[in-house]
């Protein structure tokens, strides 16, 4: 299948982006160092083109009711508001997770993950329902703005914005372009998610970037989206989710509402096991010697093995390796993890590593 590219594609080059394939996409993994950009997201703002995530849109008289019936959170909210949430099979394991927006009382909008786009709308489809229509938006684009001087950088192309608080959705001109901006990202900091067509992105794109330069914006790829996103022990599907694994399991039981009004897929499944409590959970551990721990690193607990690494990294806020792994649910410390044919002792610390009001943690 030929990796697509993003309507951003020019602009990364001709800024000297370090291009690699990310979930069938071309993406920047960088345009100077991981370090810089991930340190400039932390004091000033970095800018990220997302448009590699899906971008769904639902409508119709059932839209509220068939998506009360696919994802484990309530979608139930005001229109301007939304929910991260997850869409599991009938086993409990994670489809994917997603934010959910309700724009309007029958239209909801949907951003998950690029990588997921297909399996995700083959399972909606397969279970659609007859009063909701699906769209997936082919020609889209997308930006995210992070870090403590987003708000005010955004602000001074879209006024507006000072009304989207965290997790609020809304439509706002930008540069003459229409767009739906969130206050959401992944990155643990102050930001916003801005969402529009293929064909104005660029404009609007140039528009926060001129309007962030005298603050300090920096443009930032996925290196740093990735550090940035395992500071704060924000999943990342396929390392910590993927079909097998439950949101207990991952520590997102906070995002299944089993009290519902409408049953949703994976629900009984669910129940049961936290119940019955599930057979693993995800561990945030900083190394104690030097050493960096990569997905798939075995996790040992008094000589024996309890788990292994989903992602691991040199985190640039605290200065330590850390890394996120899924071990046996009553495994304890202390902890080792296998590098390279030696065990580096390791100390669980609470999630997130990273405190913004602190500065740093762990």
């Not at 300090?216 to 990342?236: F, I, K, N, Q, S």
């Not at 993890?337 to 990273?354: G, S, T």
């Amino acid at each position: 299948m030929e990796t697509r590219k993003t309507p951003l594609d020019a602009w990364h080059r001709a800024n000297g982006a370090k291009m690699v394939e990310f979930g069938g996409w071309e993406m920047p993994l960088q345009y100077s160092t991981l370090m810089a950009e991930h340190l400039a997201v932390r004091s000033a703002a970095g800018l990220f083109d997302i448009s590699h995530m899906a971008q769904i849109e639902v409508s119709g008289g059932g839209a509220e009711g068939w998506l009360q019936s696919i994802f484990t959170n309530d979608v139930a909210m005001e229109p301007g508001r939304g929910v991260y949430s997850l869409m599991c099979n009938d086993n409990g394991g994670v489809i994917d997770d997603v934010f959910v927006f309700r724009l309007e009382p029958t239209r909801y909008f949907i951003v998950s993950n690029a990588s997921r786009e297909q399996a995700d709308l083959a399972w909606l489809r397969s279970h659609s329902s007859p009063d909701a229509a699906l769209e997936a938006r082919a020609a889209r684009g997308a930006l995210a703005i992070q870090g403590p001087a987003a708000p005010a950088i955004l602000a001074r192309v879209a006024p507006q914005v000072a009304q989207t608080g965290h997790n609020r959705i809304a439509q706002v001109s930008i540069a003459g372009r229409d767009a739906l901006v969130s206050g959401t990202g992944y990155t643990g900091e102050d930001g916003f998610e801005v969402f529009t067509s293929a064909d104005d992105i660029l404009t609007v794109w140039e528009a926060v970037w001129a309007a962030g330069q005298p603050g300090g914006l920096v443009a930032a790829g996925l290196g740093a989206r990735d550090t940035l996103r395992l500071e704060m022990c924000y999943p990342l599907y396929g390392h910590e989710l993927d079909e097998n694994t439950s949101p207990y399991e991952a520590g997102y039981g906070w995002a299944v509402k089993p009290g519902k009004p409408v049953p949703f897929i994976g629900q009984e499944a669910l129940r049961r096991e936290k119940e019955t409590g599930g057979k693993t959970r995800l561990a945030a551990l900083v190394l104690l010697e030097r050493g960096v721990a990569r997905e798939g690193a075995q996790v040992f607990s008094g000589g024996e093995r309890v788990g292994e690494v989903t992602s691991g990294t040199f985190s640039p806020s605290l200065e330590k390796a850390i890394c996120l792994a899924r071990v046996s649910r009553g495994a304890k410390q202390p902890f080792c993890v296998d590098i390279r044919d030696r065990r580096l002792p390791a100390q669980e610390v609470p999630k997130p590593f990273y405190n913004r009001a602190a500065g740093a943690a762990a």
